[in-house]
């Protein structure tokens, strides 16, 4: 009896741990397939957060690339504006054909004096002799370069140079030209920075070409003085980067041709306006400036 007794309770426990056991089971799977439902639903709202999220970065970049091609002047708009083709975005076309940026710049001066905004101003001698008269006036009236710091007057003078010079109206013309030519300001600088500095030939009316020792005193008075870096500075971005850009061209020239004066050094002026450029998005010719920027830090390593 007492061994039957034995077997019956042994028999119920393992029944009893079976019975449990199986609960167990049961209890964990259903757990278990819980947590592998809840985790794939997881999962799948975290991969549709970062599918929402790719597609409004996408449509943010496609905004953003829609916003720079409006603010470039397209294929089509280059020969209204310049009179040529447009040209290659990523290299300069060196050497410079100067009969091509002639036909560039007169066509560019008769662009502007189409303009509602500068015909109704009845310029003498239309656009083109604005900027030979302004250009008169720089060259005859050079910035300081040197003890800008220890003479106050002269500071003062270095920091209201353009408006001294210039005066008012000359100075408002010229930036409501820079603010609505904005689309074009790049060929346009790249054009007369050909025509003036690596072609030599005058600005249209003038006899006599613009001297690349006055245009070396503003490249210095841009990149290395109060005045000229506190005027960049209230420029947008753009004129800023374009404006050194330009005087680093004149300063490495003034190496080349030993009439650098002011011993500038132009490699910190290399470094900064490279990581500058690199990091604006809204350039036509970023890769150009960026490529000859790579070699004149070669050039100076």
Not at 42 to 47: G, L, P
Not at 68 to 84: H, I, K, L, S
Not at 196 to 224: H, K, M, V, W
Request: glycine share 4%; aromatic share 10%.
């Amino acid at each position: 009896m007492n061994s039957m007794n034995r077997t019956v309770a042994t028999v119920a426990v393992v029944f009893a741990l079976i019975v449990i056991g199986l609960v167990a089971y049961f209890l964990v799977n259903r757990w278990h397939q819980n947590q592998m439902a809840s985790g794939r639903q997881q999962a799948q709202q975290e991969c549709l957060e970062v599918i929402q999220k790719m597609d409004a970065d996408l449509k943010e970049m496609r905004a953003q690339l829609e916003s720079e091609r409006q603010m470039r002047p397209g294929d089509e708009d280059f020969p209204t504006v310049f009179g040529t083709p447009a040209p290659d975005r990523d290299a300069d076309s060196l050497p410079v054909d100067c009969a091509k940026v002639e036909v560039q710049m007169n066509a560019f001066f008769n662009y502007l004096d189409s303009q509602a905004y500068l015909s109704n101003r009845n310029l003498d001698g239309g656009s083109a002799g604005l900027f030979r008269e302004s250009a008169g006036l720089l060259m005859a009236n050079p910035p300081a370069n040197i003890a800008e710091m220890k003479d106050m007057f002269r500071l003062v003078k270095n920091v209201t140079h353009f408006y001294r010079v210039l005066g008012k109206d000359r100075l408002m013309l010229a930036k409501d030209i820079l603010a609505t030519e904005d689309r074009v300001l790049e060929p346009a600088m790249a054009v007369f920075y050909s025509r003036i500095a690596e072609c030599s030939q005058p600005l249209p009316g003038d006899t006599q070409p613009l001297s690349i020792e006055r245009l070396y005193d503003y490249a210095g008075y841009f990149l290395n003085t109060l005045g000229g870096r506190s005027y960049l500075l209230r420029r947008d971005s753009k004129v800023r980067m374009l404006v050194s850009y330009y005087a680093i061209l004149i300063i490495d020239r003034a190496n080349d041709e030993k009439f650098n004066q002011y011993g500038i050094d132009v490699r910190p002026y290399i470094d900064y306006l490279f990581y500058d450029i690199s990091n604006q998005k809204g350039l036509t010719y970023r890769e150009r400036y960026l490529t000859r920027l790579t070699a004149l830090r070669d050039k100076y390593m």
